[in-house]
């Protein structure tokens, strides 16, 4: 047994959307534009890949209003290779969910097997109706795509834990890699909540599938970066994303 070797973040571009989404209904009529990124472990089991990032047609078609900017580079084959690989090199993927912005480079990773909640695919099969735009991008789930259905936390692979986290969307998980020679753990909770300051306050994003459920995923992030001492990565801040070190950097010994 062995643990990760490396984490690097990937750059997907950026999107647009209005400050009461990122810090539910507070700051109406402010847009942001917010970072998205993908997150890619090298593990002695193999390369595993936390989100995919978002597509670019996809938005541009049903969320042209998020103002997508995201380069050719920035697209998952460019910033696989920026890293030093290939798309089939990656043999996991684990989406923390299936909104649009963090499963639209799934398609390009044919070799991978998809690990995802079983409620999550149950949900972006069929979403509600003010679920749909959320789910818009569908393209994760084709003829040939392998599905690994999961629920409850799941330890994937030595020192990769998952940690079921609703509230965003049913099946929501956050990651928590352990790298080889690091000192402290790195913390993804994805959605959970955006930035440090939602964070801070226990505001989730405006958009959810439950709210209660939500607040107690943000304690429960809380609970779990006290416990493993963990060093936290937001999803979707600008600010703080500036200061990440962004492939081909990696986190590592
Ligand atoms: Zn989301």
């Not at 978002?54 to 938005?59: A, E, F, M, N, S």
């Not at 969320?63 to 990656?90: C, I, K, M, Y």
Request: hydrophobic content about 40%; charged content about 20%; overall charge negative.
């Amino acid at each position: 047994m062995a643990k990760a070797t490396s984490v690097r973040l990937l750059d997907s571009g950026s999107c647009v959307i209005d400050q009461s989404h990122i810090t539910w209904n507070v700051g109406c009529g402010t847009p942001v534009r917010f970072p998205v990124y993908s997150v890619l472990i090298e593990h002695p089991d193999g390369l595993i890949m936390f989100d995919t990032g978002y597509d670019l047609d996809v938005v541009n078609e049903f969320l042209p209003f998020e103002l997508p900017e995201q380069t050719e580079q920035q697209r998952l084959p460019g910033q696989l290779e920026l890293a030093g690989f290939g798309t089939d090199d990656v043999v996991a993927m684990v989406n923390s969910h299936l909104h649009f912005d963090h499963c639209g480079g799934n398609k390009h990773l044919g070799r991978a097997t998809t690990f995802v909640h079983e409620l999550e695919v149950r949900e972006a099969r069929s979403p509600e109706p003010f679920e749909v735009l959320g789910y818009a991008d569908r393209s994760w789930d084709h003829a040939g795509a392998s599905f690994e259905l999961l629920s409850g936390d799941v330890t994937l692979a030595d020192g990769v834990h998952l940690f079921h986290t609703p509230g965003h969307t049913i099946g929501h998980y956050s990651l928590l890699v352990e790298v080889e020679g690091l000192e402290r753990p790195l913390l993804f909770m994805a959605d959970v909540a955006y930035t440090p300051d939602a964070y801070a306050r226990d505001h989730q994003a405006g958009f959810h599938h439950d709210p209660v459920a939500g607040v107690r995923s943000i304690r429960r992030v809380k609970r779990i970066a006290r416990e493993w001492n963990a060093e936290i990565f937001f999803t979707h801040d600008m600010e703080v994303f500036r200061t990440y070190k962004l492939a081909p950097d990696a986190y590592a010994a």
